[in-house]
């Protein structure tokens, strides 16, 4: 890796030491890791002792459900991160150096694919209640498309910083997409296809069903609809810089 | 030449009306160049062209001899960039802000606390760039533009909000990187900034040139060859001008200087600003 991406993680990764939100972005995928592995099984004994619930059987949708939250925290701290630039026009200083406005964009996006790919990845492998399943590849690389696409919608519609909080609060809204491969039956689930956390959700889901054709026809739509939403997302954010 | 600029046209994507209508310049090593205009005249997308901020242009801008739509990332290598508004990690402090602009350069670059030395920063190494005031970040962008000893120096508005002392310590550091050879741009409505530091300046109005020359040459060739006297006969104030012209041999100009109280004493060439209106007709305001 160059002296220039190094230095630029070492940068924020003083920058994150020093904004507990961003710090808190950082470790909540550890901690969910934590979560599955040492809380869940806790948490089942404890409700089927007091109330006969069997939360193991609900442990797919479980894995579903916070897998998708891993990619949201670094692609939320990213685009954080972005606004913070944009506000201080820093990214047209970026612009007139070797790293150069490319290089600044692909610094900031494969930053929270690479965390995303990493987290996801050690969640699947240490959590303990993840099936494991030829499936959980393409959910990996779902999930890493899905970091860069919120980095991107914050920057796309956001003017400062304090909106892209805001509007991190309404990815709150992707949670809908796990519930729906989950829990909603066949033609009404369809009206979730438009949630970007669908995809990653159903196809890990269509993974554990024993369904590989429909799981891999599950990735490659899921995979065309991140690869649109961040054409998409980056050119309206490359308008707003410019 | 350092910069060959030919018929250079622009116009903004999604726009119809060009806003560079074929603009035509040069600028020599070492020289310092000011471009003066109102703003929306063209300078700042002028700038923004010769550092490679805009391709989408028509006609030719050479810079250092390669064209400019064929730059890659090692032109920025060569040249610093010093925006009107300096842009930091604001929660930094000086040195690790410089400490990361540096390592984002390969070629040789300048130890950091030297250069703070040498824009009078060196105490503030270790305070926050929020705890900096006007006047010292502005002194801070300059020394950042310094970081990988460019050969071509873009100033936007290098006075910009300062108070005279500032003012001039930054024209100071101007003018010693121009006599280490360095090639500087500077874009800015100040024509007291320009008249003071540019070798040449060009007017730029409606995206257009309207004229190039040195301020000096501008303001003596646009001027009175007059000198215009003050004096007091009394509690009395009293003004009269006099031809430049044997200046020595006029009677009545020495007449008063031998015995009246002379006030003032001022040669009457044009300030740029008068130049300025009288050949764009416009104001810079």
Not at chain 1, 40 to 60: A, N, R, V
Not at chain 2, 101 to 114: A, H, K
Request: aromatic letters at 12%; proline letters at 4%; hydrophobic letters at 45%.
């Amino acid at each position: 890796m160059s002296r220039k991406y190094q230095s630029l993680i070492f940068n924020d990764v003083r920058q994150i030491a020093k904004d507990p939100m961003l710090l808190a972005s950082l470790l909540g995928p550890l901690a969910i890791i934590a979560f599955a592995r040492f809380g869940f099984p806790f948490l089942s004994i404890w409700l089927e002792q007091q109330f006969s619930f069997y939360l193991y059987t609900y442990s797919d949708f479980t894995v579903a459900f916070l897998l998708l939250i891993i990619p949201l925290l670094p692609g939320a701290m990213s685009g954080l991160l972005m606004l913070d630039e944009r506000d201080e026009n820093l990214i047209s200083y970026y612009a007139a150096t070797p790293l150069t406005r490319h290089g600044y964009i692909f610094y900031r996006l494969a930053l929270p694919c690479f965390l995303s790919a990493m987290l996801a990845s050690a969640f699947l492998l240490l959590s303990g209640i993840a099936a494991m399943q030829f499936e959980n590849l393409y959910t990996i690389i779902l999930l890493t498309l899905e970091a860069p696409c919120l980095a991107l919608f914050l920057v796309a519609f956001a003017a400062n910083k304090v909106e892209g909080l805001a509007l991190s609060k309404i990815s709150g809204l992707l949670f809908a997409g796990p519930i729906a491969a989950a829990f909603i039956p066949d033609p009404l689930q369809y009206l979730a296809l438009w949630v970007p956390t669908y995809w990653p959700a159903k196809t890990y889901l269509l993974g554990t069903l024993n369904e590989p054709y429909f799981a891999l026809a599950s990735f490659a739509l899921g995979l065309l609809f991140h690869l649109f939403l961040l054409q998409r997302l980056s050119s309206m954010y490359l308008k707003r810089t410019d | 030449m350092v910069i060959q600029v030919e018929q250079l046209r622009y116009a903004y994507p999604g726009t119809t009306k060009p806003t560079l209508h074929g603009m035509s310049f040069e600028i020599g090593r070492g020289e310092i160049f000011g471009f003066l205009g109102p703003s929306g005249a063209g300078k700042s997308t002028t700038q923004k062209i010769l550092i490679g901020a805009l391709k989408g242009y028509e006609g030719s801008v050479t810079v250092l001899g390669k064209e400019i739509k064929s730059i890659r990332s090692d032109y920025y290598e060569q040249i610093g960039v010093a925006f009107e508004f300096p842009n930091f990690y604001s929660k930094l402090t000086v040195l690790e802000n410089l400490r990361l602009f540096r390592s984002l350069y390969q070629g040789e670059t300048e130890e950091p606390s030297i250069l703070l030395k040498q824009v009078g920063l060196e105490d503030a190494a270790y305070l926050k760039v929020s705890e900096l005031s006007k006047g010292m970040k502005m002194r801070l962008n300059f020394c950042r533009s310094l970081l990988h000893r460019p050969s071509i120096l873009f100033l936007d508005e290098p006075t910009s909000g300062l108070d005279p002392v500032n003012a001039a310590i930054m024209k100071e550091l101007i003018l010693e990187r121009k006599a280490a050879g360095t090639t500087i741009i500077i874009t800015t409505h100040n024509m007291q900034a320009a008249e003071e530091l540019c070798d040449r300046v060009a007017f730029i109005v409606d995206g257009q040139i309207k004229l190039i020359d040195s301020p000096r040459e501008l303001k003596l060739r646009q001027g009175e060859k007059k000198v215009r006297v003050e004096y007091k006969i009394g509690s009395e104030l009293l003004m009269e001008e006099f031809s430049l012209h044997q200046l020595a041999d006029n009677n009545r100009f020495l007449h008063i200087m031998r015995h009246y109280e002379v006030q003032t004493l001022h040669s009457l060439e044009a300030t740029l600003d008068a130049i300025f209106i009288e050949v764009t007709g416009r104001s810079l305001l």
